[in-house]
């Protein structure tokens, strides 16, 4: 049988939903070809856009791991589409055949799938029925995306191919926004080639119910059983990928790009690096020193205030001692040492000095001046005056020969709060004498003075 005068058909190699599919030799070309007939008892009004948008889709796309679709033509009352043969079967096949894969194996059929569909998504076709039967290997064990029957292309709005209330798909692999309704995106693909996977190593799919309903309901409702629940080998970085993979939100799916990149193999070694948290203990530690700083400033502060307010303390110790000196020295100072003894003839000079309130004093001092002996109040009155006077008594002892400077002279030598008993210590100086009575009264104006 020829199809289009050029496509001799064989042996039937499959059945679909919208078609079947034989093998076929192109006459002109000599090659083997895949010939997918439209079938005459498809009821489906849309099989033929179907057929065409199949067509379209492949046609855009050029890489090793899509079935390459050669020729599309109308056949008797229906279509024809010439694709690649791949005589090798499909992941269907070799998960009947073997059961669970091991997850190396597993790994190397998802990462060429996601070749296919990601060099789809490049041209913005997203398959929309990724299942393991659409999944062929060739007979070199390349794993190529086939039957684009479905696919979203662009340009193409929301267009689903189906009536209203209608989803088209594998219900085991349906993404949950499509489940509800929604647009099929290319994150819906990653969704479905994670429940391949799934599939691949537990050797069913994560959903699973008597009624494709009850499965649309698990898909957006129910979360996946972790694969290491029955092979324990599979936990870890894998595990975290695979149900990345089947996440809820297509936004926290991984993208096809990033499968083929080898986000499943090379996760491995990530997750054994995974301790990275342990870094974050590496900024504390560098900020630990700069914590300390400030405790340092305020021990150091504490010392400066210690040492300060003992300098202070000692100042003013200091001062107290100084004031208490300047107390003891101001007005009380004597004359210099050689105007202690009596200075008689001297005393003449020293009303002079005195203030108009002390002349009283120095009246009687004047009666003494004839007798040397009543003269030694005299000095004792000198004392209160203003330091002007100081220059009158330094004449004084040029004058005074007696030796009653004798005493005097062992006076100097007592400190200064010492210097204040001078004065009475002067007046017994002249003790040899019978009239020092009368002089002890003049002294007591002088105090008054004071």
Avoid at 249 to 257: H, V
Avoid at 390 to 396: E, G, I, L, N
């Amino acid at each position: 049988m020829f199809v289009a005068k050029r496509y001799r058909l064989g042996s039937s190699l499959g059945r679909g939903g919208m078609g079947e599919v034989f093998r076929g030799t192109d006459e002109q070309l000599r090659r083997e070809v895949a010939v997918k007939l439209l079938l005459r008892s498809d009821r489906d009004p849309r099989a033929a856009e179907r057929f065409h948008r199949e067509a379209r889709a492949a046609a855009r796309l050029n890489d090793a791991h899509v079935v390459a679709v050669y020729d599309f033509g109308q056949h008797d009352d229906g279509f024809f589409l010439v694709m690649e043969l791949v005589e090798g079967g499909s992941v269907a096949d070799e998960l009947e055949e073997h059961g669970p894969l091991p997850k190396d194996r597993a790994i190397e059929i998802i990462e060429q799938s996601a070749a296919g569909l990601a060099a789809a998504h490049r041209e913005d076709v997203v398959h929309r029925d990724v299942k393991p039967s659409n999944l062929l290997i060739s007979t070199d064990g390349t794993i190529k995306v086939a039957d684009f029957g479905i696919a979203h292309l662009p340009g193409e709005g929301a267009s689903t191919l189906t009536g209203t209330g209608q989803i088209i798909g594998s219900a085991q692999y349906l993404a949950p926004e499509r489940a509800q309704g929604g647009q099929a995106g290319k994150p819906a693909d990653v969704y479905a080639l994670g429940c391949v996977l799934y599939q691949l190593v537990t050797g069913r799919p994560p959903f699973t119910g008597e009624h494709p309903t009850s499965i649309l309901y698990q898909h957006v409702d129910a979360d996946p059983a972790p694969p290491s629940l029955e092979r324990p080998e599979l936990a870890g970085a894998f595990e975290a990928v695979l149900l990345q993979m089947l996440a809820k939100d297509p936004a926290d799916r991984p993208t096809a790009a990033e499968i083929e990149a080898g986000a499943l193999s090379a996760s491995t070694p990530v997750a054994a690096t995974a301790p990275i948290p342990a870094t974050a203990a590496v900024p504390l530690a560098v900020t630990e020193p700069v914590n300390t700083r400030p405790a340092t400033t305020q021990a150091q502060r504490d010392r400066r205030m210690t040492w300060i307010a003992a300098g202070i303390a000692l100042l003013a110790t200091a001062g107290a001692v100084l004031a208490v000196v300047l107390l003891n020295n101001n007005g009380t100072t004597p004359p210099p040492t050689t105007d202690v003894g009596p200075q008689p003839g001297a005393t003449s000079s020293t009303p002079t000095s005195q203030p108009t309130t002390s002349s009283s004093t120095t009246a009687p001092s004047q009666s003494a001046s004839s007798q040397p002996t009543k003269s030694a109040p005299t000095p004792s009155t000198s004392l209160s005056p203003t330091p002007t006077p100081s220059a009158t008594p330094t004449t004084t002892p040029s004058t005074s020969p007696t030796p009653s400077q004798s005493p005097p002279s062992s006076t100097p030598t007592p400190s200064a709060p010492s210097r204040s008993t001078p004065s009475t210590s002067s007046s017994p100086t002249p003790s040899n004498t019978p009239s020092s009575a009368p002089p002890s009264n003049t002294p007591s104006p002088s105090a008054a003075g004071l």
